[in-house]
């Protein structure tokens, strides 16, 4: 058993705090230096996409790809060691999303490594390939930023010290999700019908970036007609993109209407809690 007052005991306490205790100041400085390198991660894949880009500064993606997935395996092992029960972690949805998202690159390193280069020439890397495509799901950690937004969000709306603070609190932090819901969206479809389309002969989808382009303008219901896909799966996708920028043009109408009437009219909420705040100083008068 280890000693709480040892070192070993501090870090372990530390590890436990900064992993399994989400109302922990630890727990939020971690999450989002996680979040910083998923938007790194998410930046740099990109990025890659665009081969001269990557041509010209392949050294500095390489680099990058491993550091970051070694951070990323190093907080999946912490966060299996924290986890009250383990394997609620390991097979639920936060942990297989951490899992695909790293394997990966470890596939590839071993293949690398331990596989002659005359031998794979012969290799079917079919299965590799796809392994490779799941490095996709590494965008649906930027989940947990809307995870950590919740959270703020049930702090500062039970926040008793000023609740009209809190009420106005709110709203900035709905727009916040509603931003970071769009963003995690593009990126998301964007790259699915770029791996998707890029193999088709005559593709326009030569990248991610023109690939987001043609998301916005699908998601904003533009439709130019500059990009579209040609393949069955491409379709699919697309159909699904168009229904995801349905749900987040109404997502959005409920944030704005809401901050408008909030605006304009007035909340009872608001109201409720000027009463109860203006109550309070009354009281902190009187004693």
Known sequence: MVNDKSFLGKLNNLILEAFGNERSRAYRIVNDVIVLLTFVSVISIIAASVEEFYLKHQLLFDVS????????????????????????????????????????????????????????????????????????????????????????????????????????????????????????VVVLFSTLMYYIERGVEGTAFTNIPKAMWWCIVTITTVGYGDMYPTSTLGRIVASATMLSGLALFGLLMNVIGKTMMTSLFGSEDLETAKVEELEDKVKKGKK
């Open 65 to 184: 790809e491993k550091v970051i997935v070694g951070i990323f395996t190093l907080e999946y092992l912490l966060n299996i060691y924290a986890a009250k029960r383990k394997t609620d972690y390991v097979f639920g949805g936060w942990g297989i999303i951490d899992f695909l998202a790293i394997i990966p690159t470890y596939i590839n390193l071993v293949v690398g490594i331990f596989v002659p280069v005359s031998v794979v020439g012969h290799i079917d890397l079919r299965a590799i390939k796809v392994l490779r495509v799941l490095r996709i799901l590494r965008f649906l950690r930027l989940m947990r930023l809307l995870r950590l937004l919740k959270l703020a969000k049930t702090a500062t709306s039970g926040y008793e010290e000023s609740k009209l603070k809190g009420k106005e609190n709110t709203i900035k932090m709905d727009l916040q999700i509603y931003f970071i819901a769009l963003f995690s």
